[in-house]
């Protein structure tokens, strides 16, 4: 009995000693890694940087920094990596955030893919939502200049754009639209503009634009012509003359046109269509399928003659690699 008893109070003695020796080490090991002699990152960072204390104090924190996981993300010994990061910006972000580009994107916004994190956001606290360094649309005017000023000048501008970018735009990636768009087509705009409206459908001539594509008349982000349309319209368009292109509203194929390719333009433009097909040689896109509207928008337009954009950009949707050749050489054709 004695015999048993000693043997049970070694093998208590064991277990304890191996607890003490064994799992506490384990786990002060993980919740200090560095061994500090104050085991508070946040404090023993702070005895150097002091006026780091100041940025704690905005209204949004990263959640990191408000973990005092400074080591998350900075090296504290050597790195090769500015301020001592760990990793590049683009890495160090997507490892807690890699899920804001969705898997198969159809259109990523370009500061994104260039690992820019910073550019929009401080990764430390921010006096703003979602850690940006600026509010709304006054940082995506930042580099949206052009956006921006037309905006601030139209006659007319978009509500959407008043209560901010992100109403339509996904600010990081788009699996739905080009544009980082959040829908596809027209069904972004769909979700405040209701089609099924009598009034709306009344202003539409009772076409069934909830499956066209708004942008091909009207401006999302603003416009100096009611409705928002695009500043130079198409006469038909302004006049309410869908049908004179188009099929009737009531039609099976309501958007078919009446007539194919340049056919269409010739019975307004009959001048312009005569005297390019009188000329020996003629520009592809002329006479394909779709005719004049490779390059012009038949409903409205921000551009001269209703073009779809202002040369060389359109050109560039064709030729492409001719214009990259021509830059790329130091002798080029002055025109």
């Not at 786990?27 to 100041?54: E, I, M, S, V």
């Not at 790195?79 to 972000?93: A, Q």
């Not at 490892?95 to 893919?113: D, K, L, M």
């Amino acid at each position: 009995m004695r015999t048993t008893t000693i043997r049970w109070l070694l093998a208590v003695a064991w277990l304890s000693v191996t607890v003490l020796l064994g799992a506490q080490p384990q786990a002060g090991g993980q919740q200090n890694p560095y061994r500090l002699k104050d085991p508070d990152q946040t404090k023993t960072c702070l005895a150097c940087h002091t006026d780091f204390a100041q940025t704690l104090k905005r209204p949004v924190v990263h959640a990191a920094v408000q973990l005092g996981e400074c080591s998350g993300c900075h090296d504290p010994h050597v790195s090769s990596h500015s301020k001592l990061l760990s990793g590049n910006v683009s890495e160090l972000c997507a490892g807690c955030h890699g899920s804001v580009i969705p898997e198969n994107p159809r259109s990523t916004h370009q500061v994104v893919a260039d690992g820019g994190c910073r550019e929009c956001h401080d990764p430390h606290a921010s006096d703003n939502a979602a850690l940006l360094v600026r509010k709304g649309e006054d940082l995506c005017f930042g580099c949206h200049q052009d956006i921006g000023q037309a905006v601030t000048a139209a006659a007319f501008e978009h509500d959407a754009v008043r209560q901010g970018c992100v109403t339509c735009h996904d600010p990081h990636g788009s699996d739905q639209s080009d544009h980082l768009l959040k829908e596809s087509g027209s069904a972004v705009c769909v979700q405040c503009h209701e089609p099924d409206k009598p009034a709306f459908a009344t202003r539409h001539q009772n076409y069934p634009v909830a499956e066209a594509s708004c942008s091909s008349c009207h401006d999302p982000h603003g416009s100096d012509q009611p409705a928002l349309l695009r500043n130079n319209v198409h006469a038909p368009l302004s006049s309410g003359g869908c049908s004179l292109c188009h099929e009737g509203p009531n039609s099976s194929v309501p958007f078919a046109t009446k007539a194919p390719g340049y056919e269409l333009c010739q019975g307004c433009h009959n001048d312009m269509v005569t005297g390019a097909m009188a000329k020996s040689r003629l520009h592809g896109p002329v006479v394909d399928t779709k005719g004049c509207v490779n390059c012009h928008n038949p409903h409205a337009s921000n551009q001269a003659s209703l073009l779809k954009a202002e040369p060389p950009d359109l050109c560039r949707t064709c030729h492409a690699d001719t214009l990259r050749r021509s830059a790329a050489v130091t002798a080029t054709h002055l025109p």
